[in-house]
């Protein structure tokens, strides 16, 4: 994670003076069965898409606020990272894509009986999107039908 001092002085301005959402109370809900039962699916904040798969908007005002379907099959490393901003290192998940989408962690997991099952379907978004209403609105409801009908019983967020 940066610093703020790591920033530019532009996006240290930024950071500054943006308008925080807050969320209270804090959407929450407790897991309804073990960990070693249970179906995770993983949600990306790393702009990530598959070969092939549409980019993410980079000019788009306020930030793309669409999603891209992740597959499990996917070999990590082949994805395509198309993030807007400059306030992270891109080079580290360049270098290894699960420090941004920990599929084949995750998988491992699976394999020794953490967790019960993966979803077949991951989701990544665009992080930095600092006119959220659209996301919320349009994007937020087809994201959890996704997992709804992937029947996953807890998501990982994984914000860069």
Known sequence: MSRLSDLSLK???FVRSYRWRRIDPVPWAPLQKP????RLGIVS???LSVPGQE???PKHKGGDPTFRE??????VQD???NHRSQSWNHRAVGQDKNLAIPIDRAKELVEVGRIGSLSD???SVMGSITAPGRFLRDHVPQAVDVFVQERVDIALLVPV
Do not use: M
């Open 79 to 81: 994805l395509v990272e």
């Open 55 to 57: 980019k993410f908007n």
């Open 121 to 123: 379907r991951h989701l």
């Open 45 to 47: 904040s790393a702009g």
């Open 70 to 75: 992740i597959p499990s099959t996917v070999e």
């Open 35 to 38: 960990l070693s039962e249970s």
């Open 11 to 13: 996006d240290q301005i």
